[in-house]
């Protein structure tokens, strides 16, 4: 699965980075929880948690089954 999830992050990547942000994996726990951590622009972004929720959580949701959750840490 955490191959999966870092493939994924590679495609969302580009367009967190054309805003002056990123992505790191930070963990993916047994229970379908992934944690990342927001940096670059991303950080304190007043936008970061609709990005994490709408964007970033949709996607690998939809491109990795098991996933249950996405936080930022």
């Not at 790191?24 to 990005?51: F, H, R």
């Amino acid at each position: 699965m955490k191959e999966q999830v870092k493939t994924t992050l590679e495609k969302i990547r580009p367009a967190l980075q054309a805003d002056g942000g990123d992505v790191v994996l930070v963990d993916v726990e047994s229970d379908g929880t992934v944690k990342v951590k927001l940096t670059g622009a991303c950080d304190g972004c007043p936008m970061a948690a609709m990005t994490l929720k709408n964007g970033i959580e949709r996607i690998l949701k939809k491109d990795v089954p098991g996933i249950k959750e996405v936080l930022s840490v």
